[in-house]
């Protein structure tokens, strides 16, 4: 076989007059009778190649037999392109190779589809996912990732981090989402869980002494199907002993603006800002706020606490809340537009939208009857509503408020291109309420039973008032995308035992589930906090993208399937036998009624 001198995408004017050998994939071919052109491909690029019959009848020939992506190996002499034939659009388009020698080094069917088609099926893609990641945009894609997953191992190396993996078949514990549980052979009836994330090894590390850990993680979750959610993904994890708060905020920064330079070139300015919990909630309806525009929550309680519709009355009455956003310019929507919005409103919990346009001299409102001059003067203060504006008002319990009009900030912001798309609005949301309140009337933790009360005023509202707790925990935000959560976390046995409980479990269910971890914090357990950050969201964002399944090799569909290898599949019976398993008459017949 011809052995490979040069990338075919590495020549420039330089290289002209030397002799190179290529190797790569046909990516086009085009034949004028006695030459024949054929565009080669390969991970660093592409290059024009030019088989002249008068020149060299034996290469020709190859060429002639040559079609799409065939692997083929040539030798040649890189030239000028004549003039006027140049390709700007190319790193290579001041030269092409005129071939002396060619081999096919093997054929291939035709493709599915054009490799250079960006309006390909996402199925027929995943399908093919092998063909799919020669296109020039997943090529692209992988290689961002790479140098962003490079990136950060250098940082956190030249911080004093070791990375250390942890294992992937481990105990189920309870974490938020269901596990994916594998038999086990040897002790049949009895099962291993796949990491949801290294959450309790990172923890056991800092017991052992390790101080600083890191892992670029695969975690696993069963969730149900969603647009732009995985089955399985990549964190980076991070964990360091003797630290507080800041410690962690702090590392974080610099190895985020180390990864927004590595990827992109863009030096991200530190620190970032910063904004608690309830303030983030208060203003943007959301605890991962989109920065880059206004349009911010106004609470509209006190002015209509005397008005006699039965919707604010009731909303007021049982502790919710009344609150507004204004749509700058949308005062002529069409009464289609404002109802779409509050279809939109309703599909977030709402159970209706109040609108009001203000006009030029006067208003027009769906409660137009209900409505004061001097409420609508209160409006325009506090909302900074004026003329030619659409204010849009909803009513109910406060999570509902404010889940309905962040979908409708978040919505309008989109529609009216108030986001600045080339910013990059990093932000810190801190303290979190340790615990929230669930709907069967218990306690659940806000991220997970792990974190560390913020202070001491807030363990001792453990034992008094358990929800008004705040958490020493953390979230980092990009431009409404939530990047990573982490948190300062319980390093005495005591206070674990005493989370744990709170969220509903016993004192033997929680040394049963987590003992270990227990006898671990109880020899000498250093103080100790982290943070993790999801590397498929960090590509997806750098890169544009709209799907995160685009930045990541070999995805899922949004439903869990694995298009190329058609998997989930069955299982050989014999196979099932020597796990002692059976598989239920309904998921049988599930099976069997499933497209």
């Known amino acids: 076989m011809l052995k490979r001198t040069h990338g075919a995408g590495t020549l420039r004017a330089a290289q002209i007059g030397e002799t190179v050998t290529l190797a790569g994939w046909v990516r086009r071919r085009r034949d004028q009778g006695g030459v024949i052109f054929i565009d080669l491909w390969d991970r660093s690029g592409l290059v024009q190649t030019v088989f002249n019959s008068s020149d060299n009848a034996e290469a020709h020939t190859v060429a002639d037999a040559c079609r ?105 514990t309870p974490e938020g989402a269901r596990d994916y549980v594998v038999p086990s052979r040897v002790y049949p009836g009895r099962f291993y869980a796949l990491p949801q994330s290294p959450q309790l090894f990172k923890q056991m590390l800092q017991v052992s002494g390790v101080e600083r850990y890191f892992q670029i993680a695969r975690c696993f979750r069963d969730e149900d199907p969603r647009a732009d959610r995985q089955p399985e993904f990549t964190q980076i994890d991070m964990e360091m002993s003797f630290v507080s708060q800041e410690d962690v905020l702090d590392v974080t920064e610099r190895m985020v603006a180390a990864l927004w330079k590595a990827g992109l070139g863009i030096d991200v300015p530190t620190p970032f800002a910063r904004m608690d919990y309830t303030e983030a909630i208060e203003r943007y309806g959301s605890d991962k706020p989109d920065t880059r525009f206004g349009m911010e929550l106004a609470d509209l309680g006190d002015v209509f606490a005397q008005s006699e519709l039965r919707v604010f009355q009731n909303a007021l009455s049982s502790g919710g809340r009344i609150k507004g956003i204004v749509a700058p310019g949308c005062g002529g929507y069409s009464r289609k537009q404002i109802d779409d919005l509050t279809e939109l409103a309703r599909r977030f919990g709402a159970g209706g939208l109040v609108s009001i346009i203000l006009e030029e001299g006067g208003y027009r409102s769906s409660i137009q009857r209900y409505l004061t001059d001097p409420q609508i003067e209160q409006i325009k203060e506090r909302t900074g509503a004026k003329t030619g504006d659409l204010v849009l008002i909803v009513a109910d319990k406060a999570a509902v408020v404010a889940e309905a009009l962040n979908r409708l900030r978040l919505h309008l912001g989109q529609t009216l291109g108030l986001a600045d798309q080339s910013a990059w609005n990093f932000l810190w949301v801190l303290d979190f309420p340790l615990l929230e309140e669930e709907s069967s009337g218990g306690m659940k933790a806000t991220h997970h039973p792990f974190s560390h009360p913020k202070t001491d005023e807030d363990v001792a509202l453990l034992e008094t008032e358990p929800l008004r707790a705040l958490g020493s925990v953390y979230d980092l935000v990009v431009s409404g995308v939530e990047l990573g959560s982490g948190s300062i976390r319980i390093h005495q046995p005591d206070l674990q035992l005493k989370v744990l409980e709170l969220i509903g479990m016993s004192h033997e269910d929680s040394w049963e589930r987590f003992g270990f971890l227990l006898n671990a914090l109880s020899y000498g357990a250093p103080p100790h906090g982290g943070i993790a950050l999801g590397v498929d969201r960090i590509i997806q964002l750098m890169a544009n993208e709209d799907s995160i399944r685009d930045v990541m090799a070999f995805p899922k569909t949004a439903s869990g399937l694995d298009m190329m290898l058609n998997c989930p599949s069955d299982l050989d019976p014999r196979q099932l036998d020597e796990l002692g398993l059976q598989i239920a008459p309904e998921a049988e017949e599930e099976e069997q009624a499933a497209p």
Not at 68 to 74: D, W, Y
Not at 77 to 103: M, Q, Y
Not at 148 to 167: G, H, M, Q, S, Y
């Open 68 to 172: 799409g992506e065939f692997v083929l190996a040539l030798r040649g002499t890189v030239r000028r392109r004549p003039e006027g034939t140049e390709n700007p659009k190319l790193d290579t388009g001041e030269v092409e190779i005129h071939v002396e020698e060619a081999e096919i080094l093997n054929a291939s069917k035709t493709p599915p589809f054009l490799l250079t088609d960006e309006r390909i099926a996402e199925e027929i893609r995943l399908q093919h996912r092998y063909l799919d990641l020669r296109r020039a945009k997943m090529q692209s894609n992988l290689a961002l990732r790479h140098r962003v997953v490079k990136a950060c191992r250098d940082f956190l190396d030249n911080e004093a981090f070791w990375e250390i993996e942890t294992p992937c078949l481990i105990r189920s």
